[in-house]
């Protein structure tokens, strides 16, 4: 049976080395001189007169065996990222087979490890972007926390105000959540927050914040929207919730939602004003008698 030619590249300008390895090797391989590195086959690198720069990079592509000038350029060489050494005394067949073999082991060594390493960072980044997520999602409506609105709002208050454009917010109230915990239990409750969220969330702006604010509450932030607008949105939204039917499990449950909304500048100029603004507007809602949408009642005075 005859075997195949083996292929055995060499990245040189000598001629004359390209015929001695011909000669070395034999019909049973095809020994060609190449322009750079490119596969994963072991490549003879000439490094008689200088060291490439970038010889590490070459060798994550394949493993190399430097050609050196004598014994004391070989510590250089494969500090540079070779292998394996030879020198020209060293050009004979078995010294050369043996070098393959052993340029080709620690490059798979060197592969493994980098693989490892890889595997180790994205284990790593996924674990940074999970604890991450985790301090500014809330775990049970995979909206923001109230953490990460604090850590936000002032931002966004700061940006409207250096751009001169407005800034609104709603504080949404869900009207009979307490008595939903109260008479199925909290299970059922949570499932009713689950839904509301996620319907609402559907109707939000990418550039909006939407945040889990309290226990029963939800808050919207949403930059470039007028108070006018806001309110108009609200009332979607209320009319949305009012109208839909929830089950989570073999309930039908109808629940509604109180909205008080306010705006930046036209009612406050910091975070904590305007969060106590949509409170009171919250508030006038719920004395309303709730499934309503209510400004804060300072606006425009």
Same mark, same amino acid.
């Given at each position: 049976?005859?075997?195949?030619?083996?292929?055995?590249?060499?990245?040189?300008?000598?001629?004359?080395?390209?015929?001695?390895?011909?000669?070395? =090797?034999?019909?049973? @391989?095809?020994?060609?001189?190449?322009?750079?590195?490119?596969?994963?086959?072991?490549?003879?690198?000439?490094?008689?007169?200088?060291?490439?720069?970038?010889?590490?990079?070459?060798?994550?592509?394949?493993?190399?065996?430097?050609?050196?000038?004598?014994?004391?350029?070989?510590?250089?060489? %494969?500090?540079?990222?070779?292998?394996?050494?030879?020198?020209?005394?060293?050009?004979?067949?078995?010294?050369?087979?043996?070098?393959?073999?052993?340029?080709?082991?620690? @490059?798979?060594?060197?592969?493994?490890?980098?693989?490892?390493?890889?595997?180790?960072?994205?284990?790593?980044? #996924?674990?940074?972007?999970?604890?991450?997520?985790?301090?500014?999602?809330?775990?049970?409506?995979?909206?923001?926390?109230?953490?990460?609105?604090?850590?936000?709002?002032?931002?966004?208050?700061?940006?409207?105000?250096?751009?001169?454009?407005?800034?609104?917010?709603?504080?949404?109230?869900?009207?009979?959540?307490?008595?939903?915990? @109260?008479?199925?239990?909290?299970?059922?409750?949570?499932?009713?927050?689950?839904? =509301?969220?996620?319907?609402?969330?559907?109707?939000?702006?990418?550039?909006?914040?939407?945040?889990?604010?309290?226990?029963?509450?939800?808050? =919207?932030? =949403?930059?470039?929207?007028?108070?006018?607008?806001? %309110?108009?949105?609200?009332?979607?939204?209320?009319?949305?919730?009012?109208?839909?039917?929830?089950?989570?499990?073999?309930?039908?449950?109808?629940?509604?939602?109180?909205?008080?909304?306010? #705006?930046?500048?036209?009612?406050?100029?910091?975070?904590?004003?305007?969060?106590?603004?949509?409170?009171?507007? %919250?508030?006038?809602?719920?004395?309303?008698?709730?499934?309503?949408?209510?400004? @804060?009642?300072?606006?425009?005075?």
């Amino acid at each position: 049976m005859v075997s195949a030619t083996q292929l055995f590249p060499v990245l040189t300008s000598d001629q004359a080395l390209i015929a001695q390895l011909s000669a070395l =090797l034999g019909s049973a @391989w095809q020994v060609v001189p190449v322009a750079t590195v490119a596969s994963s086959s072991p490549h003879l690198i000439d490094l008689r007169e200088q060291i490439p720069p970038d010889l590490a990079a070459q060798a994550e592509q394949s493993p190399l065996i430097g050609l050196v000038a004598d014994v004391d350029a070989a510590v250089a060489a %494969l500090q540079a990222g070779a292998h394996e050494v030879l020198t020209v005394a060293d050009l004979q067949p078995l010294c050369l087979l043996r070098a393959l073999a052993t340029a080709q082991t620690r @490059w798979q060594i060197e592969q493994t490890r980098r693989h490892q390493l890889a595997e180790a960072r994205a284990q790593a980044h #996924a674990l940074t972007v999970r604890l991450q997520n985790e301090q500014i999602r809330d775990p049970l409506t995979g909206l923001y926390t109230r953490r990460y609105l604090n850590e936000t709002l002032e931002r966004e208050l700061r940006r409207a105000d250096r751009e001169q454009v407005v800034l609104s917010v709603a504080l949404i109230d869900i009207d009979q959540l307490e008595q939903v915990n @109260w008479q199925f239990g909290r299970a059922l409750g949570d499932a009713v927050l689950q839904h =509301l969220a996620s319907l609402i969330g559907r109707q939000v702006r990418g550039g909006d914040i939407f945040c889990r604010y309290g226990s029963d509450e939800l808050l =919207l932030v =949403l930059p470039r929207v007028t108070l006018e607008t806001i %309110l108009h949105r609200a009332e979607q939204w209320r009319d949305a919730v009012a109208r839909t039917v929830i089950r989570p499990s073999t309930l039908d449950l109808q629940v509604t939602i109180s909205i008080g909304v306010a #705006a930046f500048p036209r009612d406050a100029r910091n975070a904590a004003d305007l969060l106590s603004r949509a409170g009171e507007a %919250l508030y006038a809602a719920k004395a309303a008698g709730g499934n309503c949408v209510r400004p @804060w009642p300072g606006s425009g005075k």
